[in-house]
């Protein structure tokens, strides 16, 4: 078995505003693993919130692909994941990398899509939502309008700053007949997320996403007790012993991959959430089709979906599962996750 990892900072189509800050660029890290002549693919983009960067996960990946190297077989997965897990128990992005690529040459090897070796129903994806970033009113308006245009139905609202309401009346104006959920990122105090919760539900909102500070998890049960909406955890719910946690406190939970470290862990994750009878959302970073084709492999396991990532680049070294309007097309996937390079890609920054 041979790899290669390469790192690729892609542009995006245009700056990404959310409460903690604004990026221009995401940095991925992708993994080639090479076996009797079939290559899977895989990525991380890792997020310093969650204690990774970009170069931390370079570092790692070559112990990591070792140890997958001396396994030998890309169909041993648990044993796999065990043994990474010992060895970088704090790096879920490095490990996620692998993963990825892991599960995409399993897939491959025996010439069938990732969906149908997990045994997972193609026709159970649920859409996905677009994400309008924070910006000024008039700006978000336009990108509300610009995403409903094209095909998604359902919005994701960034907001977390000063002028809340201003941006967010701004978007329902634009597009009132959009299914619009609502991401604060951990940027309100619970007496804000209280009373913003009454005007958010009072204009038609569907869910409102990690309103309070992530170990607040008495103050995100105060704000889903105040309201009818699903209140969602995300960053209060990284890995699957967190679920026990928050269980009674909201009522969706968002996977991410690179979060919780990789396709199993994510969906033991799932698993942890339908037993304590939350819905769970799909989610991602900006990140490239190299993860989110996986990602979306997994989507007929969850409520809600949450995998434009790879839409908000500019450009993307990798083309992933194709997008029908918002719903994935797993159907159209022949062999592996579907990703495959993209022959249009000009090398990024």
Known sequence: ??????????????????????????????VELTHDGT???????????????????????????TTVETVGDPHAGQRIERRLHEQAPHQPAARTAVSIALADLAARTLDVPLYRQWGLDPERVPPTSYTVGIDPPEKMAEKAVAAVEAGFSTLK??????????RFEAVREAVPDADIRVDANAAWDPEEAVTAAGWLEAADVTMLEQPVAADDIEGLRRVTRSTAMP?????????????????D????????????????????????????RLATMLGCMVESNASIAAAAHLAPLVDYAD??????????PYDGVPIDDDVFELQAVE???????????????
Request: proline share 7%.
């Open 1 to 30: 078995m041979k790899w290669h990892v390469e790192r690729y900072d892609l542009p995006l189509s245009t700056p990404f505003g959310i409460a903690r800050r604004t990026s221009e660029t995401t940095s991925t890290v992708v």
């Open 307 to 316: 995998l434009d990532g790879a839409l908000l680049l500019d450009d993307d």
């Open 335 to 349: 062999s592996g996750t579907g990703v495959r390079p993209n022959p249009g890609f000009d090398g990024g920054d």
């Open 249 to 276: 406190a909201c009522d969706v939970v968002n996977v991410k991959l690179v979060k919780c470290g990789g396709l199993r862990a994510a969906t033991r994750l799932v698993h942890a959430a339908d037993a304590h």
């Open 157 to 166: 609202v960034k907001l977390g700053t000063d002028a809340d309401r201003v």
């Open 231 to 247: 209140v969602c955890a995300d960053e209060s719910c990284v890995v699957p012993t967190d679920v026990p946690r928050v269980a």
């Open 39 to 65: 290559t899977g693919v895989g990525a991380a983009t890792p997020t310093e919130y969650y204690g990774e960067t970009p170069s931390s996960v370079a570092e790692a990946l070559p112990d990591l692909l």
